[in-house]
Every structure is written in structure tokens, then in C-alpha cells.
């Protein structure tokens, strides 16, 4: 059977995991009775709830005598390392570009990562039934992208498709009209356009992992392309490390894809995307070989983390109220087992009760958070912190590149907010009452941006960024937050007639009626510095009637906490406390004398 090897990449939201599932569903993949879920291709929680891809996919599709094999890409910068190294795995690219929004940061990204590994690009515009739809200006948008990346003759001259992925429907022509249910044209376009996997099926194995997967049964799993031979279960084989040195294993068990499903094979040829397991400690970029020839691939580029925090043990008086899992032992064996998979993420102790966890930025980060609360755990986490790098005897500090849209009323507020955060302009376009604004800045620049942003521009406003490079330092202290809060100095629960008397004094984070401790976070000062406040005293109750009764307190909603919220929020001597049902915020040191005297030393 003839292959086609493919990855499906795209910025955000532009429909890449629901044109997946229309290819597995009209090129025949599943059975006519078979309940397949929407976005089928996001098996885990977190992705489904959030409706992003998280860790990259491989599928596989059978249509008229060719074996298609599909890698859904992540479009989160974030996760831009796997796009990278997927592009290794795959012969051609299908580039999905939305209608309306036409090319995006993360579009730019993912388009030169597969324009420098000189693989074959389909473009395919997707969500053409949108009422805003605007193809052709789309692809002149794309057209001046490819240009701009430096793509050669023959990559400037691709196909283009027209798509409704949520729909089904699919033309090889701009108008609307014309879009037809099913995915042939995009199908027949892989078939046509997309050159074989360049394959050597006599000659010595040559197998390069580009992805991780674990699992408890079999351990770790190197998942690649047989790049030249054959490989078979059982067989002795021999791992050229990243260090040079060989090791031999025997392969314990081989996996294949078809549809959704992962598959036990016993062979496979050149050519075929598969995941092996045998060698407990396998890496992405080492070459698994025959014994005796060992010929070992370029190695592969892993993107270095950009961000740290501290994951520590939850220290808080109401520590193992909500989660079972509250040791630091069993805190650093989920975090390691995290490393088996997930090959951007760094552990290393910091003292005997935390780590220091450093990976590709915010929401990589918080996605373990999320996953090990819900997991059980209970933990406390610091402010992310941009990791500084000695380059040539200069400190420097990552940098991003940062495209924001916004109505023209907010410009002069989003200007001046990242000047404070030393951004420095590139480049400013407007067109019908919208403003594009592209930006260099600072990463810690952008730490606890995200929030003053949506405040600052009403929720209108779109953010978008990705890492550039690693650059001197910036001068001045960025990505502070500038008011201060409001911190408990008793415990007990909070009562709606404390927090009435306090809401002059800022924006509360708790209702009546919750459990607080002292040194607990519990609301936002409206000025610049911290204030230690009682939100636990009762009225005091006299047997002389009064006129103002208790129950006629009417309070405003407090600000919702979610975990990216928190992270972005706290300062450097803050924690946030992360546990199953809670997430709360409090300072690191909890006595209120003891901060006073530790904030004056300062």
C-alpha cells in the first residue's frame, strides 16, 4: 500500500482537530454505526474543555488504496517544539488558514518551522460558510507570507482548498455556493500533491523518535517514522544516544494507528509512522538501528524552557482538607513521571520540600497544574519566572513576538501599557475601526498581561504571541503587578457583615461564609500597598433594636479566580494554593507581625 505522510498545522482555532475528523469520517475510517465524538481527536479532558490541542496526535486513514498518516498538530506557541520535530515525521503539510482571520502569529510559526524542513504545503481555507468569509484577500495574506519566509519556486506554487470543516463540505473554489458534502477535493489533493515517503524498505533500519508517550504498562514509548529497513517485535536492536554512545535493547512491543485507535503490530517498513517500546529511557533525536550498523540521524532540535516556577508542598493550615496526595515525595514522582512524557519540562530540587519546574511558558505550565489537581494533589506554586541565560558573558532574557487586535478607541491604553512593559513597536496597520499592533517584548513583560489586557480593552481586544529569541536584558523591573492586596490577619469564616464595611477598600476575591486564614489573600487594594484587613468579625449584637438589620447588607459579586488568573496576579512573595475543589491565593509569609517586620527590612 502506497503512503502519504502529512501534519495538519495551523494558529489556534482555525479548525485543524474538526477537519481531522471530517477526513477520518468521510474517507471511510469508521464503521457507519460507530459513535465518534466531536473533535475526536482531543482524547483528554483539559483539551476537550478548552477546545485546544495539546499534545500532538497521529492517526491514520485508508482511502482508495493509500495509507494516509495524519499528525494533528498543537497551535499553542507553547507547545511549538513538537511542531518542529513533527515536521521531520512528514512528507507535506496541510496549512489551515480561517476565512476571516486570514494569517496569525501562530499561522507564521508553524509555516516557517515547515518551510525550513522543505516539505510539500496544501492550503486549505477553512470556515468559508462564515457570512464575514474573505477568501481571496486570505490568500494574497498567505501568499505574501510564503514570499516573506523565503519559500522557493515550487513551495509558491500550491494548491488551494475551500472548506466548512464543521459542516463537511468542500470545493476546490472560492464561492460558497459551490461546496459540496465531503472531503474529497482535500483527500485527492494529499493523493496528487504530496510526494511519497522518500523510503528505503532493504536497506539497514534507521528510527528516530520525535514524540514521547508513556504509559504504566510498557513504560516509555518513542513515537517516529521508520526513516529506512524494517523492524519487527522482538528483535535485538541497537540505540545510538544523543551522547554518541550504543546501547541494545530488544523491542518489547510495537504499535501502528488506524483511525483512533493505537494498534499492536509486529512489523513495519520504511516509511510507516509507529511507537516502540523496549528501552525504558528512550529520547527524542537518538536512532534506533540494526546491530552492527549503526548509522546514526542528524539529531533533533528540543526547544529549551523559557519559564520557571516552584511546585512545593502545600504549607497553608488547611493543608489534606481537600486532596489525598500532600507529600513531596509523591508531588516528585507525578512531576517525573510528567518528564517521561513531555520532553520541554525540567525538574530540579530547590530544598527538601520543592521543585523548581521550568518549562515553554504560562500555559504549559498550568496545564500540569490543572491536570495534577484534578489528579488529588494539593500544592503551592510561585510566580512564573523567565529564565535568564549567561550568552557570551551578556545576561539575557527570552523574548516574544506579541501581534495584538484591538478597536481603534483602546489603542493609546494598550500603547502605553506595553511601553511600560518595555515593548517596542514594529509595526501598526488600521483598517475598519480595528488596529493591528505588532510588538517585541520582554516574556516577563508579558507575565500578568493577559488580565490588565481584556480589563484594559473591554474583552475586545486579541493577543497573540510567540517566542522570538533569546536577547540582552531589558532595563527596569517588568511584570510586577502594581496595586496592592488585601490580606487577612485572622482566621475563621468570613461574614457578609466584614466584607460590607470593606468594599470601599478594593475588589473582594471571597463570599460570605468561606474559611480563612491569616495571611490568606482576600481582595485587591485599590492603592498601591498592602493592607492587613479582619473579614471575619461579627456585628456586635446589643439588646437595643436598631434600625440597620444585619440581612440588608448587599454585596458585590467578588472577581473569579480561575488558575491562569492567579498566576498571572501574584507577586514575588506570594503563593497561589492549588488544591482538588480550591484555588487560593496568600502570602508566603502568613504571620502578619512577621511580614510587617520582613516588608521593612526591605
Do not use: W
Not at 535493547?249 to 499492536?264: D, S, T
Not at 516552584?310 to 504549607?315: A, E, I, K, Q
Not at 494539593?378 to 551578556?394: A, C, H
Not at 516577563?444 to 529569541?469: A, Q, V
Request: hydrophobic share 35%; with cysteine; charged share 30%.
Amino acid at each position: 500500500m502506497k503512503k502519504r505522510n502529512i501534519a495538519i498545522i495551523a494558529h489556534v482555532d482555525h479548525g485543524k482537530t474538526t477537519l481531522v475528523d471530517q477526513l477520518l469520517k468521510y474517507s471511510g475510517t469508521f464503521r457507519d454505526n460507530e459513535e465518534v465524538e466531536v473533535r475526536a481527536m482531543d482524547s483528554n479532558d483539559i483539551e476537550r474543555e478548552r477546545g485546544i490541542t495539546i499534545l500532538a496526535k497521529p492517526t491514520a486513514i485508508d482511502y482508495n488504496g493509500y495509507r494516509i498518516n495524519i499528525l494533528d498538530t498543537p497551535g499553542h506557541a507553547d507547545f511549538g517544539g513538537e511542531v518542529e520535530r513533527i515536521m521531520n515525521m512528514v512528507d507535506g503539510v496541510l496549512l489551515v488558514v480561517d476565512a476571516y482571520e486570514g494569517t496569525m502569529p501562530q499561522t507564521r510559526f508553524v509555516l516557517k518551522k515547515a518551510l525550513e524542513a522543505g516539505v510539500t504545503p496544501i492550503v486549505v481555507v477553512n470556515k468559508i460558510d462564515k457570512p464575514t468569509a474573505r477568501p481571496s484577500e486570505v490568500i494574497d495574506e498567505v501568499l505574501d507570507l510564503f514570499i516573506e519566509l523565503g519559500a522557493d519556486e515550487d513551495q509558491l506554487e500550491f494548491p488551494v482548498i475551500y472548506t466548512s470543516a464543521i459542516n463537511g463540505t468542500s470545493s476546490l473554489d472560492a464561492d460558497p455556493s459551490t461546496q459540496t458534502e465531503g472531503m474529497n477535493p482535500v483527500l485527492d489533493s494529499i493523493i496528487k500533491y504530496i510526494p511519497e515517503a522518500h523510503t528505503d524498505v532493504d536497506g539497514s533500519l534507521q528510527f528516530q523518535p520525535a514524540l514521547l508517550d508513556y504509559n504504566d504498562f510498557v513504560g516509555r514509548i518513542g513515537v517516529g517514522v521508520v526513516r529506512r529497513g524494517k523492524i519487527k517485535t522482538n528483535e535485538m536492536v541497537s540505540c545510538v544516544r544523543l551522547d554518541g554512545s550504543i546501547k541494545q535493547f530488544r523491542i518489547a512491543k510495537m504499535f501502528g494507528y488506524i483511525g483512533l485507535k493505537r494498534v499492536e503490530i509486529n512489523e513495519a517498513e520504511a516509511g510507516d509512522i509507529i511507537a516502540i517500546s523496549g528501552l525504558p529511557d528512550i529520547s527524542v533525536g537518538e536512532t534506533v538501528c540494526e546491530v552492527g550498523k549503526e548509522d546514526a540521524l542528524p539529531k533533533l532540535r528540543i526547544d529549551e524552557p523559557t519559564l520557571q516556577m516552584t511546585f512545593g508542598v502545600n504549607t497553608s493550615p488547611f493543608v489534606g482538607r481537600d486532596g489525598k496526595i500532600v507529600t513531596a515525595r509523591k508531588i516528585e514522582e507525578r512531576l517525573l513521571k510528567e518528564t517521561e512524557r513531555d520532553v520541554s519540562l525540567k525538574i530540579a530540587p530547590n530544598d527538601s520540600e520543592s521543585f523548581i519546574v521550568s518549562g515553554r511558558g504560562e500555559l504549559h505550565l498550568s496545564i500540569l497544574i490543572e491536570n495534577m489537581r484534578r489528579e488529588g494533589f494539593e500544592l503551592q506554586v510561585s510566580k512564573p519566572e523567565v529564565i535568564i541565560k549567561e550568552i557570551d558573558g551578556v545576561k539575557c532574557e527570552p523574548y516574544e513576538d506579541v501581534q495584538i487586535d484591538v478597536p481603534d478607541e483602546y489603542v493609546g491604553n494598550v500603547i502605553e501599557a506595553l511601553g511600560n512593559r518595555e515593548g517596542k513597536m514594529e509595526n501598526m496597520t488600521t483598517a475598519e475601526n480595528q488596529t493591528r499592533l505588532l510588538y517585541t517584548i520582554p516574556s516577563r513583560g508579558l507575565i500578568g498581561f493577559s488580565t490588565e489586557f481584556m480589563t484594559m480593552t473591554k474583552g475586545y481586544g486579541i493577543i497573540n504571541h510567540s517566542f522570538k529569541e533569546y536577547a540582552p536584558l531589558a532595563g527596569g523591573t517588568v511584570g510586577e503587578r502594581k496595586l496592592g492586596v488585601l490580606v487577612s490577619m485572622e482566621n475563621g469564616k468570613s461574614t457578609a457583615y466584614a466584607l460590607g464595611g470593606l468594599e470601599d477598600r478594593g475588589i473582594m476575591f471571597v463570599e460570605p461564609g468561606e474559611d480563612i486564614y491569616e495571611g490568606m489573600i482576600v481582595g485587591e487594594h485599590t492603592h498601591e500597598n498592602d493592607l492587613a484587613v479582619n473579614v471575619v468579625k461579627g456585628k456586635n449584637l446589643t439588646n437595643t433594636r436598631s434600625a440597620g438589620k444585619d440581612h440588608t447588607v448587599v454585596l458585590k459579586r467578588p472577581r473569579l479566580l480561575s488558575l491562569e488568573y492567579c498566576l498571572d496576579y501574584i507577586n514575588s512573595d506570594e503563593y497561589v494554593e492549588v488544591t482538588p475543589n480550591h484555588l487560593r491565593l496568600r502570602k508566603k509569609i502568613l504571620n502578619t507581625n512577621e511580614r510587617k517586620k520582613a516588608d521593612s527590612r526591605k
